[in-house]
C-alpha cells in the first residue's frame, strides 16, 4: 500500500485474491480484521481463523520472529528515502531462507500450544 493508505475492510478484503485454499489465519481485534465484510469474506472463501488473545505479543509472530532480526540487520543503515527503506526490507525478505520463515510458524505453534495449556495466560519472560 501507499504510504499514509488506511487499511480498512474493503482494502483488507480485496487482497483476498493473493492467498490460496487453506489458509489459516491468526488475527487480532483490529477493525479490519474484524468488520463484517472481512468476516464475511474469510467466511466465502473457507479460510480457517484462529483467534488471537488481545494484547498477547506472545501471539505476534512478526514481532517475535521477523521485526527483531530485521531491525538488528538494517540497524545504523541511513536511507535517503522511502524507496530505499522499501528495497531494502525486501531485500532482506529475499534473501532469507525458507527454513528461517518455517522456525517462524512452528514457534508460533509453540507458543499457541503454551498459552492454551496454561489456559490463556502465557507471557514470555
Known amino acids: 500500500m501507499r504510504r499514509g493508505s488506511t487499511v480498512t475492510s474493503a482494502t483488507y478484503s480485496n487482497r483476498r ?3 490460496m485454499t487453506g489458509v489459516c489465519l491468526l488475527h487480532d481485534s483490529a477493525r479490519p480484521h474484524t468488520a463484517t465484510a472481512t468476516v464475511s469474506t474469510i467466511e466465502e472463501l473457507q479460510f480457517e481463523c ?3 488473545l488481545p494484547y498477547s505479543s506472545d501471539l505476534a509472530p512478526l514481532d517475535f520472529h521477523v521485526f527483531g532480526p530485521l531491525k538488528d540487520a538494517l540497524s545504523g543503515t541511513q536511507f535517503r528515502d522511502d524507496d530505499e527503506v ?3 526490507v525486501h531485500e532482506w525478505l529475499r534473501t532469507r531462507l525458507k527454513e528461517f520463515f518455517s522456525r517462524g510458524i ?3 505453534v509453540k507458543r ?3 498459552c492454551i495449556e496454561l489456559e490463556r495466560d502465557y507471557v514470555e519472560q
Open 106 to 108: 512452528y514457534a508460533l
Open 86 to 88: 522499501q528495497s531494502a
Open 50 to 52: 484462529t483467534p488471537h
Open 112 to 114: 499457541w500450544r503454551k
Open 17 to 19: 485474491r493473493l492467498l
